[in-house]
């Protein structure tokens, strides 16, 4: 298969969660799917073929297929761009049906998602200890103003809001134990936040349910944050913008368009840029 090599929410020309893209006149069989995941080594690998007046979509990580991938979805934007020009594409997922616009800026990409439906509810507090327990934090690093929560945007994460860029600077923890929490929760990742304003957020996101033990750039994960400050009534003015990946050395930038009914699509965007045709 030719496998596109794509970085999304790029910070300009660095930066960026690498994606594999494959686009193909059929969607390979899983197994193969997940083989060519496991050899690309990204946190996810799109695959997508032709389908109606639309695409079909799976995504999967080395180990797993995943119901939704928002950067692997912004690459697929920029490789659907790159064939076809500047355009909005139907996408049908395993759980949902979706949209893509894509269009070229300069050099490079620009991509514009929008999520599956979104939800949220709060995290038992037998949960949010054990996920405190996990990252070695203590109840006291948790920001009161953003509790911890199960939130849904397409797949399943747990988010935990901390009151200090320091202590998320800090986070660590063991990938297996990690990886045996969220596969018997069922939670694709772990959202940790950080409120630098109202509508600027650092985040970090640990995907040990997928092999990985930190993704630089989760559009799913944002999507579903987003979601949960609208059902909270944070005041995100309409919007809000991410910083991912700065403390492993990968800054990503992700923007969110909120709007106002409760559980409807959230937009996110970002900037893609072709890394090689491997």
């Known amino acids: 298969m030719d496998v596109l090599r794509i970085a999304a929410f790029s910070d300009g020309n660095t930066g960026g969660n690498p994606a594999g893209v494959v686009l193909g006149d059929v969607l390979p069989d899983a197994a193969d799917m997940q083989r060519v995941a496991a050899e690309v080594g990204f946190s996810e690998t799109a695959f997508a073929a032709p389908a109606g007046d639309g695409w079909r979509v799976r995504y999967f990580s080395p180990e797993s297929e995943v119901p939704f991938c928002g950067h692997a979805t912004i690459a697929l934007g920029a490789a659907l761009v790159r064939k076809f020009g500047d355009g909005i594409f139907k996408l049908t997922l395993n759980q949902a049906d979706i949209t893509v616009e894509g269009f070229r800026d300069g050099a490079n990409f620009a991509a514009a998602l929008q999520s599956p439906p979104t939800r949220s509810r709060q995290a038992s507090s037998e949960l949010a200890g054990e996920a405190l327990a996990l990252f070695g934090y203590q109840p006291s690093h948790l920001d009161p103003a953003i509790p911890p929560a199960l939130i849904h945007g397409g797949a399943d994460h747990l988010v935990l809001a901390l009151k200090s860029r320091e202590a998320l600077a800090a986070m660590a923890y063991d990938l297996k134990q990690g990886q045996a929490f969220m596969r018997r929760e069922g939670l694709v990742t772990i959202l940790l936040a950080y409120a630098d304003t109202p509508r600027l957020f650092h985040t970090r996101n640990p995907f040990a349910s997928g092999g990985v033990y930190e993704d630089p750039a989760t559009g799913a994960a944002t999507a579903a944050f987003a979601g949960y400050l609208r059902d909270l009534g944070w005041p995100h003015g309409g919007a809000i913008d991410i910083v991912q ?34």
């Open 245 to 278: 990946g700065e403390d492993m050395g990968m800054r990503s930038r992700l923007h969110a368009d909120i709007p106002p009914a409760p559980g409807s699509s959230i937009r996110v965007s970002g900037a893609a840029r072709l890394m090689d045709e491997g």
